[in-house]
């Protein structure tokens, strides 16, 4: 047996493979085709304290290895969520873990604690890739203090695992990464999605109805993995690769590079079966080799990382 368990902070999970916030519902979508109980946990939709629209249309574009979103966090709001949608992830056969997103550090310290009190949510994720309107407009996930302030509002909010996801439109995530451990994460979700335009030539606009979105899918993959390794040496908490996942090779790069687990989003959408044959194919990549635990790799090509699981050679 290969021990592919991971533990961030204090929730444990048997699988180290995430559904990636916004790609996968609740898993209810899924759930005809897939076997929910050999994934890992499943990260909701983000949810801000108002209710959202999201942007115009178009919203989705198909861009080479990848494709943009500009959704615009479209989503009923904390209560509504609370009162109609919260109940029904209880009979989930995965991990439920709930993703906020706000405007206003009062914004995240209210919605982290209304969400997090719910039984069924077993952790959170932040999703700080959100302008603060008290600040000019500035990204939270593009600035240490603001980084580190939000995360210290989310920590008191709730003692369940707190995972900040970070953005790569950054000069150095390494310095986000140290601020958001400062300010008590568990965890760290690296990377969200890349900024990024297409123009239609024929119509001469773009694409997109709000202009710009976020690329995701195998083209942000390369870059992904550099923010993993980067953010491995700035940090000692657990990371979450992610970034154009798609095959189980893909996923060990996150691994060699410093992950603790991985998350799969834009790959879903071509087939949701991914997941299951990443942990098929992981158990018997180790096992090949001898090695026990996923943890042994955790950032075996990242040099002078410290990992006191490494794995030396073949242990026959
Ligand atoms: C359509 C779409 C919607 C997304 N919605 C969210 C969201 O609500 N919150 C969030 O934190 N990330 C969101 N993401 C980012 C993904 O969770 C993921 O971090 C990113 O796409 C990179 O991984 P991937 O290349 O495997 O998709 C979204 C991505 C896509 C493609």
Known sequence: MVDLSVDLGNLHLQYPTLMGSGCYGSGEEFAPFVDLSRIGAV???????QPRLGNPTPRLVHTPAGMLNAIGLQNPGIDWYLEHDVAKFADRPCVVIG????????????????????DEIKAIELNISCPNVASEGETFACDPNLTGKVVRAARAATGKTLIVKLSPNVTDIGAIAREAQAAGADALAVINTV??????????????GNVTGGLSGPAIRPIAVLAVYEVARAVTIPIVGQGGIETTRDAIEFFLAGASAVSIGTGNFTDPRIPMRIVDELAEFLRRRNVRSLKQIVGKA???????????????
Not at 195 to 208: F, K, Q, T
Not at 302 to 316: H, I, L, R, S, T
């Open 43 to 49: 990260v909701l939709k983000s949810v801000t304290r």
């Open 99 to 118: 993703s906020v997103a706000g405007f206003s550090v009062d914004d995240y310290a209210y919605t982290v604690e209304k969400l997090a009190a719910r």
């Open 195 to 208: 900024r990024g335009m297409s123009i239609d030539v024929d119509l001469m606009r773009p694409r997109l």
């Open 302 to 316: 990242n040099v002078g990382f410290a990992n006191p699981y490494q794995y030396e050679g073949d242990e026959g």
